[in-house]
């Protein structure tokens, strides 16, 4: 007897096809070709199957093209398993490799190995089972656990297991673990595993004082006293579930979070901790308390002395019908801070199922008393500093869906500073309160750490939907809101910021003293913005997503007064201007009109110096914000008076010279740079008159030379030939030390 089977079909892992070749063998079968296929996997070998004897064959496990499968799984797998009659038992060879394997488990989180290799060898005899299993594998890679290199040996004798493991993590994930134990059977059943562990995490030792065991029945598991050494702390438990429940204990001492943070990096904090937790559980009752002590507590932005650690201690118990929860944290004689939160959460004591619905009520409290300072950097406002002596008193109530909070919040000697603006409130005296959902600014009163002064108030209603109404006032008085290198702004002002269901508002007066807008430099970006994709992330942000604005489109009514004393230098042009603006619109499309009037000034050309005679920025009020300038200077020399005009949309002006008595523009050019007429000019100052016409072709740009003088930073840079030609061609620097004081070096070839 003799034939071929074959079926098809379609699977949730891709096509799925089998065929076999068979034929009687005396009372057996013999299966000469085999295959089997499912999506990327392909099984081919050849079986004999005899009727009362050990099976005999192979069999060849490969993938084919598994990148375009449309599994989650990329990489190659095969394997070879080899069956074999050994004196008439049931002999199993197996060896199987896999490379460059990566298995997409979703959210922008892959599970990568670069190779692994598995070799077992399996024996079945009548009544024994013998298992030699290797397995090593390199580089593999998950969100939560990376390792390098990791080797495991299985040895079973029948009901007898013995085990070998090492890890070794990788450079952000330090660690090296040595696991080795033995699992034993008795006749009953019941059986008993025992496992040692040595090695280190982060340069921590780690490892069990004595084997932990672990003991299995029908019926209950236990694991007896272990002692577990980390680093120079160690942690003692012990646990066991049965029939009636469960019960576990343990006590933590000097353990350092450290080790803790390799495979929990999110941890913001190092520290060292103590405590002891004891938990236990029937079906009808569940009782839980834990006192744990954290000191030495350093976050990872603070920039705290050795001696400055502070101290944490949380105290709770937790049953079927209450949460509660109490502590304190202290910073020795910086700062002082103790909280408390009741919560009613129902627990099933037998399935942990728990019960918390919006309408669980909240009571609670909270208090601080001390400086800010070494907590607000667990805030990660990486562009703001905040310091001074808070105290706050706070009762927590309401529900877990509508939370409440009420007391008064006071700052005293506060100091605030942003990175990015430079701007810094100092002497802060705040007091606000907050009752039955209405916080109340009374009082904000600071200085800029100058002269200036900070006045606000505000009022904000919330809604239990957490939407609110406010009312912020806001006055400045000489107040310097910006220091940067390249802009300073020192101004006034008297402002509301409104914000009811309907509409978002900010309206006032803004009066600025002074301003100082510096040179921005005219080169590309240093860094360059790259696309990147970030795998094993917590998620994914979408390409080209922008944070939505919490406050929506502000509606802007604001009188911009600038007197004087607005100074822009900037690629030549050194100037003061008054300006009268009203800034209306909204904060997404603001609408600017008015005009900037020159008060005086010069602009630098091709180390040239034009007085300023007139310069207007008429704004269009309207969404282009576009304004048309004109601004005209006069250079005087010995035969003429140059002229040079700036003109036209701010976004694409004009720029033009012009000469009394007229000459053409390169004629004015050459006699502007060189003092003499183009006929005349040398090899090298047709060169400059080329970067200068470039220049002004650009819209007043530095230019060649105008580039090199900027770097080198001197007023004037100029390359003559000396026309007696007994010096050849002259380097010639100057640099203004004041308005009235010019210093000019020249030099030869020779020199």
Not at 19 to 32: M, R, T, Y
Not at 480 to 494: F, K, N
Not at 641 to 670: C, D, H, K, Q, W
Request: proline share 4%; charged share 20%.
């Amino acid at each position: 007897i003799k034939g071929k089977v074959g079926i098809e079909s379609e699977s949730n892992l891709g096509a799925f096809s089998a065929s076999a070749d068979f034929k009687k063998l005396g009372e057996g079968l013999q299966l000469p070709s085999l295959a089997i296929a499912l999506g990327a996997y392909e099984l081919v070998g050849a079986l004999a199957i005899p009727s009362s004897k050990p099976i005999s064959g192979s069999v060849n496990l490969i993938t084919n093209e598994i990148a375009q499968n449309t599994s989650e799984i990329d990489g190659n797998i095969d394997a070879v398993i080899n069956l074999l009659n050994e004196n008439n038992n049931q002999r199993i060879r197996l060896e199987s490799n896999a490379t460059d394997i990566s298995i997409n488990l979703g959210e922008n989180d892959v599970l990568a190995l670069e190779t692994g290799q598995v070799t077992a060898d399996i024996l079945l005899n009548d009544n024994t089972l013998e298992i030699k299993a290797n397995a090593a594998l390199t580089s593999f890679m998950h969100p939560n656990l990376q390792i390098n290199d990791a080797t495991i040996n299985i040895d079973q004798q029948d009901s007898d297991i013995s085990y070998t493991a090492n890890f070794t993590g990788s450079d952000s994930m330090p660690f090296k673990l040595e696991i080795d134990g033995n699992m034993r059977q008795d006749t009953n059943g019941a059986q008993t595993i025992t496992v040692t562990l040595d090695g280190a995490v982060n340069e921590e030792e780690i490892k069990l004082r004595q084997p932990m065991q672990i003991l299995l029945s029908e019926t209950s598991v236990k694991v007896p006293d272990f002692t577990l050494q980390v680093g120079d702390g160690e942690l003692n438990g012990n646990f066991e579930q049965n029939t009636d429940g469960r019960a576990a204990a343990l006590k933590i001492t000097n353990t350092d979070l450290a080790a803790l943070k390799v495979f929990v990096p999110e941890i913001p904090i190092t520290a060292l901790l103590n405590g002891d937790l004891n938990f236990q559980s029937t079906l009808d009752a569940l009782t839980t308390d834990f006192n744990l002590d954290l000191s030495n507590i350093v976050a990872e932005e603070q920039n705290l002395s050795s001696d400055d650690k502070i101290a944490l201690n949380i105290l709770g118990s937790i049953n079927q019908n209450n949460t509660d929860l109490s502590g304190t944290m202290t910073l020795e004689d910086r700062f002082n801070s103790e909280f408390s939160i009741a919560i009613p959460v129902k627990i099933d004591p037998a399935t942990f199922e728990t019960t918390l619905t919006d309408n669980t009520p909240l009571n609670g409290k909270a208090n601080w008393t001390g400086d800010i300072a070494p907590i607000w950097p667990t805030l990660k406002l990486i562009d703001h500093d905040l310091a001074g002596n808070l105290t706050a008193d706070l009762l927590i109530g309401g529900t877990i869906g509508v939370p409440d909070i009420d007391g008064n919040i006071m700052l005293a000697n506060g100091r605030y500073e942003n990175m990015q603006t430079g701007f810094i409130a100092s002497n802060i005296d705040m007091a606000a309160s907050i009752l039955n959902r209405q916080f109340t600014l009374d009082k904000f009163n600071a200085n800029d750490g100058e002269d200036g002064t900070i006045f606000a108030t505000a009022n904000i209603d919330i809604s239990p939907d957490l939407s609110y109404d406010a009312k912020v006032d806001l006055t400045l008085s000489d107040t310097h809101i910006v220091r940067q290198p390249e802009l300073q702004i020192t101004a006034s002002s008297d402002l509301t910021f409104e914000k009811n269901n309907n509409s978002t508002s900010l309206n006032g007066d803004i009066i600025v003293e002074n301003a100082d807008i510096g040179a921005i430099s005219q080169s590309g970006p240093a860094i360059a913005k790259l696309d990147v994709t970030e795998i094993n992330a917590e998620g994914i942000i979408e390409k080209g997503s922008k944070q939505k604005d919490a406050l929506g489109p502000i509606d802007l009514d604001l009188d911009l007064q600038v007197p004087g004393k607005l100074f822009i230098r900037s690629f030549g042009l050194d100037s003061e201007w008054a300006a009268d603006l009203q800034v209306s619109g909204s904060s997404g499309e603001p609408i600017v009109d008015g005009t900037a009037e020159l008060v005086r000034g010069y602009f630098e050309f091709s180390g040239k110096r034009f007085s300023l005679t007139r310069g207007t920025f008429s704004f269009p009020g309207n969404k282009t914000n576009d304004p048309v300038i004109e601004i005209a200077a006069e250079h005087q020399l010995s035969d003429m008076v140059a002229n040079l005009r700036i003109f036209g949309l701010a976004s694409n002006p004009s720029l033009e010279m012009s000469s009394t008595p007229y000459l053409p523009e390169n004629e004015v050019m050459a006699r502007i740079l060189f003092g003499t007429s183009v006929a005349q000019l040398t090899a090298v100052e047709a060169v400059q008159l080329a970067s200068a016409v470039h220049s002004l072709s650009n819209g007043g740009g530095q230019g060649l030379m105008g580039g090199i003088r900027r770097a080198i930073g001197v007023d004037r840079l100029s390359i003559d030939n000396d026309r007696s030609r007994d010096y050849g061609t002259t380097i010639t620097g100057g640099k203004y030390l004041t308005d009235n004081v010019y210093v000019e070096v020249s030099t030869a070839p020779a020199t």
